[in-house]
């Protein structure tokens, strides 16, 4: 069965036809193009694939694209505002947050979720809050050490702040 | 891993939901979250060829007391849980456990529903709602029906609930003031528990002890419960809980650690609860 969905994804409409077994990280890499989110494990454990729906942080391998229909969703390009990278973004840069890369799109989506719900976590909280996302290079201290230079620097950032918002407006989170 | 085809429906209401699945019959299956089912669907061990989609329904979102039962919409995600103050009050036992389901990400799509129908015995819910004395309410063609906890986990994966019925309510007594203990053992912090233990005070002298992982279906230990009621202490009582239980051996622990481990969760449940030593 085929379905005509339309979703909100980085603020733009987007209007296609999809297979009911399509799973939502496919349309954001394979249809939108928008290869910031990656594929890690395929199975709900590692968390590369993490997207903002509705304004909570999800695991994009564990939703169909025909179940997010009418949803609004934020990925990792959708991060930084008018050419800014969002504190979040900016605190992994300034921290050296990564190494190889790869998880963290999950580790930007899923710590901006955390800044949502808790503003101003201490580093037990941002560990607990992260235990969703997989990182086989640092360790994990300058992931924390990241997140926490974005809570002294200004959160989450103008476009996951307006994202969240357009949800809460809806009841939806 | 992509799920084999299906066609996938979004139910607008109980009534579209339970048509849907009268029509198509053993070929439909319900999807909430989705986080137990879609899994199971990319390793291809479910293959329903219709998807009734009723992860939005309003008419699962209810949350509320009444007159000392706590009455929960079976598509109440673990987040709507985790942060109801009022559930926290009334049933902290509930509130903490699902606190420890998978992760935040899986606690904002994952429901109790959905966890109480998929049946897994190493999953969190289906335990603490056994020591809880929950009762099920599903929805059939010929009206509700409800089901005791003890009477609903049949098998592994397997519940009494038939195929055309839909899980829509999960009733819980609230025990206010009672003490209580959530003791989950895992490797890694998402991991699934290599076992758990769930102690709820019922009354002046009575514990509900509930097992995660010790065998197909969550388990009272009824034995650490009688030994309790006649006066034991806490390490006395916990020696009894292998009785009755068919722990499985895998990655996570042989049948042998997962006994060991059984026996001091139960020990340190029941000193956290206020048993004596």
Not at chain 1, 70 to 89: F, W
Request: aromatic share 4%; charged share 20%.
């Amino acid at each position: 069965m085929r379905h005509d969905v339309t979703l909100r994804v980085n603020g733009v409409q987007t209007d296609d036809t999809v297979e009911s077994r399509q799973l939502l990280v496919h349309y954001l890499r394979d249809t939108l193009g928008l290869t910031g989110t990656h594929v890690g494990c395929d199975s709900s454990n590692c968390g590369a694939c993490t997207v903002l729906l509705d304004g909570l942080a999800v695991k994009s391998c564990t939703v169909f694209t025909a179940a997010a229909d009418g949803t609004d969703v934020l990925t990792v390009e959708g991060l930084a505002s008018d050419g800014e990278m969002s504190p979040v973004q900016e605190g992994f840069r300034q921290c050296h947050g990564l190494q190889c890369g790869y998880c963290t799109p999950g580790m930007l989506m899923s710590a901006t979720g955390l800044l949502l719900d808790v503003p101003e976590p201490d580093s037990d909280e941002i560990r607990t809050g992260l235990e969703g996302n997989l990182c086989r290079c640092t360790g994990y201290q300058m992931i924390v050490e990241s997140v926490s230079w974005a809570v002294e620097h200004g959160g989450v950032g103008a476009a996951a702040r307006s994202h969240a918002d357009r949800a809460a407006a809806a009841g939806l989170r | 891993m992509i799920p084999a085809g299906f066609d996938y429906i979004r139910a607008t209401s109980l009534d579209h939901a339970a048509a849907l699945l009268a029509e198509h019959d053993d070929d439909a299956k319900l999807m909430a979250g989705g986080h137990s089912l879609i899994p199971l669907m990319k390793y291809r061990l479910a293959a329903p060829s219709v998807l009734v989609d009723i992860g939005g329904l309003s008419e699962l979102r209810m949350l509320e007391t009444d007159g000392g039962v706590f009455r929960l919409g079976a598509g109440l995600r673990y987040r709507d849980l985790e942060r109801s103050a009022e559930l926290r009050e009334q049933l902290p036992l509930l509130a903490h456990a699902v606190s420890t389901v998978g992760d935040r990400q899986v606690r904002a799509r994952g429901t109790i529903g959905g966890a109480v129908m998929h049946g897994d015995p190493a999953a969190d819910v289906p335990a603490v709602l056994l020591a809880l004395e929950a009762t099920f309410v599903l929805r059939g063609k010929d009206g509700d029906r409800e089901v005791a906890a003890a009477d609903f986990f049949v098998d592994f994966w397997q519940t009494a609930a038939e195929p055309d019925e839909i899980l829509v309510e999960i009733r819980v007594p609230t025990r206010p003031g009672r003490s209580w203990s959530y003791q989950k053992f895992r490797q890694r912090s998402q991991d699934w528990a290599t076992v758990g233990v769930a102690v709820q005070q019922l009354d002046d002298s009575g514990y509900a002890v509930a097992l995660v992982n010790m065998g197909p279906v969550p388990l009272r230990a009824t034995e650490v419960e009688q030994a309790l009621a006649d006066g034991a202490d806490a390490s006395t009582a916990a020696a009894r809980v292998g009785a009755g239980t068919a722990p499985p051996s895998d990655v996570r622990g042989d049948a042998e650690y997962r006994a060991h481990l059984a026996e001091v969760l139960t020990a340190t449940a029941l000193t956290e609860v206020g048993v004596g030593g």
